[in-house]
């Protein structure tokens, strides 16, 4: 039976993961300590006291885990380089070149199973020191990730076309220095606004250094966004969907595309006194010149829609709620695959954005082998069939989609959940480590085979 949903040829298919997640820390090969290798050692941060120490130990089995890519039928691999790995300190030219030649053998072993890989630098794990010397909040730390980008860029650029600077910096900024659930721990609204600031400056002065390294590549950065609706058509439901979209979408989206911070969000801040005038001086003349630096291509990690609800309608105010979350995952979020496709035409609408990849999409469902060591993972087949839907949708619309990974290839670290979210497509057994495809790997295997949905 043919599907009505076949996607172009040229459509790329993926999986995606990360260093401290899936790696194993392997400080043996020259690896110096990241934040997370600190995060984790301190009770009470992680469910279950869990770590990254050994994780999926794909330092030791990439091998084996890229002949299983290969034998899925991906053609492109999303991963993350460990920054203390190839910088024990954070800066160069103390290189660990154990460290960085794992990286090699790993893009060469992708090249001959016919994968490419994608790149991203910085997926959380800042090194330890130069948290010790301030982090993201710090100017300096700028400077020492754009070398790190050109060390790594230098090394991989002649074989490696396709680079992300960073990953998510609204949950770098927010979790890891706003609300502490994420390494480093912080809590404070002006380490969060500068964090972002300088995770963007070091994004917008590291992409002509990664061009120059990596002639004819694509550089891009992935921002994990959040469509928000109000919960009713109250004015208070609707200005703080305004803000939540402020706060978690736009912050990131307008210096990226327009080349400044949104009016509205940096008024609400300085009218809630949650920073003062002079608390912005981190901006500094022709930084945003430099942010908006023109890229060629936006990743894009969606999960859910938010549903937002203001705290300042009274209790007693009669104000229905209209809008009620849906069906959810395990980690409780809601499941809303139209969303995407309205976030993606929204993008292409409002932004000039040249070519779009979804770099992360999955769900996460602890659903165990049975008897059989097969697992029956339908629930996150129809996830994700369901979110391919979307795309589908909106190529339709001429939103320039260009691939899909899926998050994620195999369970692993997941934060501050521990070893508790499962995402992955494969299983990891618990005490010996052995990979156990679940259904949803047969199902995407079968997806990327047809190049289309079946039914």
């Known amino acids: 039976m043919t599907s009505k949903y076949s996607f172009p040829n040229d459509f790329l298919w993926g999986v995606a993961t990360s260093s401290y997640q899936i790696e194993g820390a392997h400080a043996t090969d020259g690896k110096g300590p990241s934040i997370w290798d600190t995060f984790t050692q301190l009770p009470g941060n992680i469910k279950n006291g869990d770590t990254g120490n050994i994780a999926c130990d794909h330092y030791s089995r990439w091998k084996d885990d890229v002949a299983t890519m290969k034998d899925l039928g991906v053609q492109a691999y999303r991963f993350s380089i460990s920054w203390p790995r190839v910088l024990p300190t954070g800066n160069g030219p103390d290189i660990n070149e154990k460290g960085l030649a794992f990286y090699d053998r790993l893009v060469d072993g992708l090249l001959d199973a016919n994968i490419t890989p994608y790149i991203t630098l910085y997926h959380w794990d800042l090194p330890q020191q130069i948290q010790n010397q301030g982090g993201w909040p710090h100017r300096s730390t700028v400077d020492l990730f754009v070398n790190y980008a050109d060390i790594v860029s230098k090394k991989l650029g002649d074989r490696v076309k396709h680079w992300i600077t960073h990953n998510e910096p609204w949950v770098v900024s927010t979790n890891g220095y706003l609300n502490g659930h994420h390494a ?112 060629d291509f936006l990743g894009l990690n969606y999960y859910s829609r938010a549903i937002i609800r203001s705290n300042e309608i009274p209790e007693e105010e009669n104000t229905p709620v209209e809008i009620n979350p849906g069906e959810q995952t395990d980690n409780g979020w809601e499941i809303h695959a139209e969303s995407l496709h309205l976030l993606l035409k929204r993008l292409t609408i409002e932004y000039p954005i040249e070519a779009i990849y979804i770099t992360e999409n999955g769900a996460a469902y602890n659903i165990k082998p049975n008897g059989t060591s097969e697992i029956h993972d339908e629930i996150r087949i129809k996830y994700i069939h369901d979110h391919l839907i979307a795309c589908y949708k909106s190529l339709e619309d001429n939103v320039p989609l260009r691939g899909y990974f899926v998050w994620t290839l195999m369970d692993n670290f997941e934060w501050a959940e521990g070893y508790g979210q499962k995402f992955g497509l494969i299983h990891i057994d618990d005490a010996t480590l052995n990979r156990i495809p679940k259904d949803s790997f047969h199902w995407y295997q079968r997806t990327i085979a047809n190049n289309s949905l079946n039914h």
């Not at 995770?199 to 390294?213: D, E, K, M, T, Y």
């Not at 109250?234 to 990131?252: C, L, V």
């Not at 911070?261 to 945003?288: A, C, N």
Request: aromatic residues 8%.
């Open 184 to 295: 480093p721990g912080h809590k404070s609204w002006g380490e969060a606004l500068s964090a972002t600031h300088h995770l963007l400056l070091s994004h917008g002065l590291a992409v002509p250094v990664i061009r120059n390294n990596s002639p004819n590549c694509e550089v891009g950065i992935t921002l994990n966004l959040c469509p928000a609706y109000p919960a009713s058509p109250s004015i208070a439901d609707q200005q703080a969907t305004q803000q939540f979209d402020g706060e978690f979408n736009r912050w990131f989206l307008d210096p990226l595309f327009r080349g400044s911070y949104p009016e509205d969000v940096l008024t609400t801040h300085l009218s809630k006194k949650r920073i003062m005038s002079s608390d912005l001086s981190f901006i500094q003349d022709g930084d945003l010149q430099k942010i908006s630096t023109p890229i």
